[in-house]
């Protein structure tokens, strides 16, 4: 098995559209059909629906999309070691959730470049406990979390003092002419803390049913391809709005959030300064943008300590 059959295959779970796909993949559309036929071969198992457009996975796609994250996830991970972006190279050991990758991390980086020099990061992906347990035993020297008042943090975060870096928002998005048809709702697993957000803020839709996602990436997939709602961080769906691919859902529910960045207590010299000077502009600030929002440049928060 080719390793890149891995990443087609994602590609194909993250478009639905093998036409899409094979363009962002930077090969035809038959060569991509070709390899995903040889992975399927492979396993054993049919992974895209193919008679249906657009095309969807079958369940046992549905199945394999996490299993093929992780293997490619363990695989960079271990060429990583030898980067310079490995903690051992000199980079940062930081957690975060995979939504956090997507606009958040991007910009906080982008605003630390100004003001130091010389910082790079050994990023890791993990979910709101694993990352607490991660953060006490200074297995990371940092953790970007997320913060609701509605949903209690890990008791393992109390002991720290926060450093509030930026805003977001639950947006409940839609096919732009879904109207009040009813539909399924795509939704973070409720183990996640996004997941659990919409757990105590959810309000009534027209849905039939509420499915669970393990990653973010797969609910805009889902509603981009049509077959539902879906209740997604704003700053991950922003530029879909913007291109008319997705329409934002107004409600009364309160689903915004703070993102939040915690210094392990055995951190290095390095990510406790990246951590003080997140605390300390931050005290300066009254207010966070939202991550992401036009005419605003990066900035933080009051920490409230």
């Known amino acids: 098995m080719n390793i ?95 939504s956090a990758t997507v606009a958040i991390f991007p910009d906080f980086k982008a605003w630390l470049a100004q003001r130091l020099s010389g910082m790079h990061f050994a990023p890791r992906i993990a979910n709101h406990d694993m990352a607490a347990r991660m953060l006490t035993r200074s297995e990371v020297d940092l953790a970007l979390v997320t913060r609701h008042p509605r949903v209690p943090i890990d008791a393992a975060f109390r002991v720290f003092l926060p450093a509030d870096i930026a805003a977001d928002r639950l947006v409940i998005v839609e096919p732009p002419d879904a109207q009040d048809r009813h539909m399924p709702l795509h939704v973070s697993h409720p183990q996640t803390y996004i997941g659990q957000i919409w757990t105590a803020c959810r309000m009534a839709l027209p849905v039939t049913s509420e499915v669970p996602h393990g990653m973010a990436a797969d609910i805009r997939a889902q509603c981009i391809a049509g077959t539902g709602r879906g209740v997604l961080p704003e700053s991950l769906v922003e530029a879909d709005v913007a291109a008319g691919r997705l329409a934002v859902r107004q409600g009364t529910a309160d689903l915004s959030y703070t993102i939040s960045l915690y210094c392990a207590p055995q951190a290095g010299r390095r990510a406790r300064r990246v951590w003080s000077v997140a605390a300390g502009i931050g005290a300066a600030q009254k207010e966070a943008p939202r991550a992401g929002e036009p005419g605003h440049s990066w900035s933080v928060r009051a920490a409230g300590h």
């Open 4 to 98: 890149d059959h891995l990443r087609d295959f994602l590609c194909v779970a993250e478009t639905l559209n093998l036409t899409l796909a094979a363009e962002r993949r930077n090969t035809t559309q038959s060569n991509l059909s070709k390899r995903l036929r040889l992975l399927e071969d492979y396993l054993g198992r049919i992974l895209i629906n193919r008679r249906v457009r657009p095309v969807s996975l079958t369940a046992a796609g549905e199945d394999f999309v996490p299993k093929a994250r992780l293997i490619l996830s363990e695989i960079d991970h271990f060429k990583g070691g030898s980067s310079p972006w490995s903690p051992s190279e000199g980079g940062i050991p930081i957690v975060m959730p995979h």
